[in-house]
């Protein structure tokens, strides 16, 4: 049988078709394999990521007063909030057919491969940035092959389950620009001090450059490296068509102003303050360690920066150099409760341990306690009490008492209230203490703000019990408020980094003790800062109405007192409880209040106290307590609830005779003697 044989051109048209079809149908399927297989990855979830971000502190002008972060120092700010310049930057430089490509740029991976290969290394990076953003967020930097692997799939999620703006937003948020400094937020405040919604275009030049070696490039430790990469930038900014070579060219000539390292490092105003907002983020509003240290959120608060400087001169001006004595401050707004400044101790840096929480014997400084108490239980500004050593019994077992006044000065006569006050007089304050009852001190304490435990015992009219000095403030606030008591604030709102609001708070005043009596006690702590009273001697620095008390024991020095604006207690002493020098130690909360009042309230205008109208006034003749009359020598303006003031006029001074030869003396001689 004859064979016949196939013509060698259909054979190899048929091979051809053959193999055609092969290849449509294995193009076909792995068309359908990788589309399934996109899918499976759409399908994936991304692993979890923690993107760590800064919480900013701000104070009452909403200043930055301090943030925090662990390590990665960064402020996720969205794509619409970053300047376009600086997007094009980062594109031109590290990934310029970015809105092109899938993920991959081929022709760079194909050119890095062969250089791999070439030199038997993995040192060639071709990667975009889908690519560099999968492995910062998910991998670890090791150049092996099995993460090059774990990287390209993620590239792909990525690139799934986001557009390209916001897989810019995220790359420009998570980068590390050096310093501690991630994202393009945090870098502008590292490098320029300003946010980066104000970087101009050299600026933004100079940051895109840093992710390629922050520790080569960045300005602070090599700017000659700093300005050679700038200028590649800008050469790919203008290869890319994002500038024109004459506005690069501007770019790179323009002279940059770096911000200090130590002052981006180092930001933090009133450490003692931020210590005390965070302790209240965590424990009074729950909100947890991690999200508080590193989640981003934005806490508002109520320190006046511009009051908290004056605080601190003012510590710095009188505070010893040659003695580890330590100082609180605390000023609280009276109808707010803000906390406008706090300072709890000489230097953080040296100790951490904030003194304006610390417990401490406040002295004759809470007597303006014990006289609100003996106001609401029939005392009046004149009642008067014996000044004179006394030995005082109590108690079912005739226990005896002997309080001293300072230094053993005694009137050793009968003093009203408001002497008493004036000259911190503690026979008047026991006597007073244990005539009303001491249980009443202890609940009008309470009712003011001190929530530190007292005990009824005579010694507490003289503040042997401990108090904290921003426990004091709080009570000083509630009587400058004209009674009314407000939970101090230090927080206003805390925000998570989306916005939304986790914590907001109200001032909340209730009205503890009445008007009239806060007033007429306010008028007679006025008396403290004048003559014959405690702190007279700092009375020239003041230049507006002030009423106040100081306090003194062996180990602590206080002075406490208020304008209509503002309530502060100064707090002086050593931490190890040794004893005060009387004349180096125990006089410097006076200067200290007094100066930090005044520079505190320069822009605020003077203002007087209040007067309700349930109050009545009246001249006192002082040395009668009896109303002044026509001919009284020295006359007293005093306040009084209705029904309470005296009735009766002093008597008319005596007319002295003169003595005989006084009468012989002729006119001429009486008018040269006169």
Request: hydrophobic share 40%.
């Amino acid at each position: 049988m004859e064979i016949k044989r196939e013509d060698p051109l259909v054979r190899w048209l048929r091979i051809a078709g053959r193999t055609i079809r092969y290849l449509a149908i294995a193009s076909v399927l792995f068309a359908i394999c990788a589309g399934l297989f996109l899918l499976y990855l759409r399908s994936q979830p991304l692993p979890q990521t923690d993107l760590n971000e800064t919480t900013t502190i701000y104070g009452a002008d909403s200043s930055v007063i301090a943030t925090l972060y662990k390590g990665e120092n960064r402020v996720f700010l969205p794509l619409d909030k970053i300047p376009k310049h600086v997007q094009n930057a980062s594109i031109a430089i590290e990934d310029r057919k970015f809105y092109e490509h899938p993920g991959f740029d081929m022709t760079r991976i194909a050119g890095a491969a062969f250089n791999d290969i070439r030199t038997l290394s993995k040192a060639e990076g071709a990667s975009t940035i889908t690519m560099q953003l999968a492995r910062n967020l998910y991998l670890s930097h090791d150049k092996t092959w099995s993460r090059k692997y774990k990287e390209a799939l993620l590239t792909i999620q990525l690139e799934l389950n986001y557009t390209k703006p916001q897989l810019l937003e995220l790359y420009l948020n998570q980068i590390y620009y050096g310093h501690a400094a991630y994202g393009i937020q945090a870098a502008a405040k590292t490098y320029f001090g300003k946010n980066a919604a104000d970087l101009d275009l050299a600026e933004a030049s100079m940051l895109a450059g840093l992710p390629k070696g922050p520790k080569f490039f960045s300005p602070f430790r090599d700017e000659q490296a700093a300005k050679n990469r700038q200028r590649i930038v800008l050469n790919a900014m203008v290869a890319e068509g994002y500038l024109t070579r004459t506005q690069a060219d501007a770019a790179y000539a323009e002279k940059l102003t770096f911000a200090s390292p130590a002052a981006a490092k180092n930001q933090t105003i009133a450490p003692y303050f931020r210590d005390y907002v965070i302790k209240l983020a965590k424990e009074k509003y729950g909100i947890e360690e991690d999200l508080v240290e590193h989640g981003g959120l934005k806490i508002y608060t109520t320190l006046d920066p511009h009051m908290q400087q004056k605080a601190e001169e003012a510590v710095k001006k009188y505070m010893p150099k040659d003695r580890p004595l330590q100082t609180a401050l605390v000023a609280i707004e009276p109808q707010t409760g803000y906390i406008r400044t706090m300072v709890g101790g000489r230097d953080y840096t040296k100790s951490q341990y904030n003194r304006a929480l610390a417990l401490r014997q406040p002295g004759s400084s809470i007597k303006p306690v014990l006289y609100m108490a003996a106001l609401e239980n029939g005392y009046t500004p004149l009642t008067q009490i014996k000044s004179e050593p006394t030995v005082f019994t109590f108690g079912n077992h005739n226990e005896t008492y002997t309080p001293h006044n300072f230094g053993d000065q005694y009137a050793n006569n009968y003093i009203n209230m408001g002497q008493a006050i004036a000259r911190s007089d503690n026979i008047y304050a026991v006597q007073t203490h244990l005539t009303i009852g001491p249980d009443k001190m202890v609940s009008t304490a309470k009712r003011l703000g001190i929530d530190s435990p007292f005990r009824p015992i005579p010694s507490l009219a003289l503040g042997s019990a401990p108090v904290m000095p921003l426990e004091l403030t709080r009570a000083f606030a509630t009587i400058a408020d004209q009674g009314q008591k407000t939970e101090p604030l230090a927080i206003t709102r805390i925000e998570d980094r989306a916005g939304n609001v986790l914590v907001e708070t109200e001032p909340q005043a209730q009205q503890v003790v009445s008007k009239e009596n806060a007033f007429i006690l306010t008028h007679l702590m006025e008396k403290v800062f004048a003559p014959g009273g405690t702190a007279n001697r700092v009375s020239g620095q003041l230049h507006r109405p002030v009423a106040g008390k100081t306090g003194t024991t062996d180990y602590d020095a206080w002075l406490a007192g208020f304008t209509p604006q503002l309530a502060t207690a100064v707090w002086v002493g050593y931490d190890d409880n040794r004893k005060l020098d009387e004349v180096a130690d125990a006089r410097l909360a006076a200067p200290i209040w007094a100066a930090f009042m005044e520079s505190a309230l320069t822009s605020t205008p003077p203002a007087t106290f209040p007067v309700p109208e349930g109050v009545v006034p009246a001249y006192i003749d002082p040395i009668s307590g009896k109303l002044a009359g026509p001919n009284s020598k020295t006359q007293e303006l005093m306040y009084f609830v209705p029904g309470t003031a005296p009735t009766e006029y002093a008597p008319e001074p005596v007319p002295v005779k003169p003595f005989p030869e006084e009468e012989k003396k002729s006119f001429w001689e009486k008018w040269k003697f006169w």
